[in-house]
C-alpha cells in the first residue's frame, strides 16, 4: 500500500509541474525538472533527500530511454550497471531518480521511475552503502541538453574530505574512461545516474 501511495504521489506531483512545459518543444533533451517548492517538498518527503528528477521531451518519432546506475570506486569501474530500466517514450516525460536508506541496516532502496503522458513504469533495486558518513549529490546537467547514447546526468560521491566539492558539470568527461579515472581517482565511491535514449527504437521492457 505505502508503494502505490508513493507512487500515486509521484505520478501526480510531476505530471501537474511539467504540464506547462508539454507543448513547448518535441526535440530530444533532457534538463533539471522544473519545480516550485512546494512541489519539490512533496517529492522530498515521500522519496527521500537524494533525489534527482529530470524533464525529457522526444520528438514524434519516439524512441527508447534507458536509465541505470553505475558504481566507482577511486575512479575504477566496479559495478556496471546497478538496477535500470528501458522503456518507450513518445513525447514528454519524466525521469525520478532515488536512494533511500533503510534503518539499521547497510542497505539503501534505489528507485528508478519513468513517467511519461503513455503512463509509467518503475524499477527497484538495493545497493549497499559505504561506510563513509559524509557524502554529496549533484546532477550533471547545468542546462537543456541533447538526449544522446550513455550520458552520465547525476553524481553521488561518498568522500571523508572536510570540504567535498561537487562538479555541476563534466562536459565530455561522463564517457571517457580515463577522464572518469583522473576525475574520481581520489574518491573512495561515486555512483553515477546515466541515461541513454536511442530515436525511434521505442519498446517497453
Known amino acids: 500500500m505505502r508503494k502505490v501511495l508513493w507512487c500515486m504521489l509521484l505520478v501526480t506531483v510531476l505530471v ?26 512533496l517529492l522530498r518527503a515521500a522519496a527521500g533527500e537524494t533525489l534527482f528528477i529530470y524533464d525529457v521531451s522526444v520528438d514524434e518519432r519516439g524512441g527508447e530511454l534507458e536509465v541505470w546506475l553505475e558504481k566507482y570506486e577511486y575512479g575504477q569501474l566496479s559495478d556496471e550497471k546497478i538496477g535500470g530500466m528501458r522503456t ?57 541538453t541533447p538526449l544522446t547514447d550513455n550520458m552520465a546526468i547525476g553524481q553521488i560521491i561518498y568522500s571523508e574530505e572536510e570540504s567535498l566539492i561537487i562538479k555541476s558539470s563534466w562536459g565530455e568527461i561522463g564517457n571517457d574512461p580515463t577522464a572518469i579515472a583522473t576525475e574520481l581517482k581520489d574518491k573512495p565511491v561515486v555512483y553515477l545516474v546515466r541515461c541513454s535514449f536511442k530515436e525511434g527504437s521505442a519498446k517497453v521492457e
Not at 507543448?23 to 525538472?33: F, P, S, V, Y
Not at 509509467?120 to 542546462?143: A, Q
Open 16 to 41: 501537474a509541474c511539467n504540464q506547462e512545459d508539454v507543448e513547448e518543444t518535441r526535440e530530444n533533451t533532457i534538463r533539471n525538472a522544473q519545480m516550485d517548492a512546494r512541489e519539490e517538498n
Open 88 to 144: 518507450g517514450i513518445f513525447d514528454a516525460g519524466q525521469i525520478l531518480f532515488t536512494v533511500r536508506e533503510i534503518l539499521d541496516t547497510p542497505n539503501a532502496l534505489v528507485r528508478m521511475v519513468i513517467v511519461s503522458e503513455s503512463g509509467s513504469d518503475s524499477t527497484e533495486s538495493l545497493i549497499e552503502l559505504p561506510t563513509i558518513s559524509r557524502y554529496g549529490k549533484s546532477s550533471l546537467l547545468e542546462d537543456v
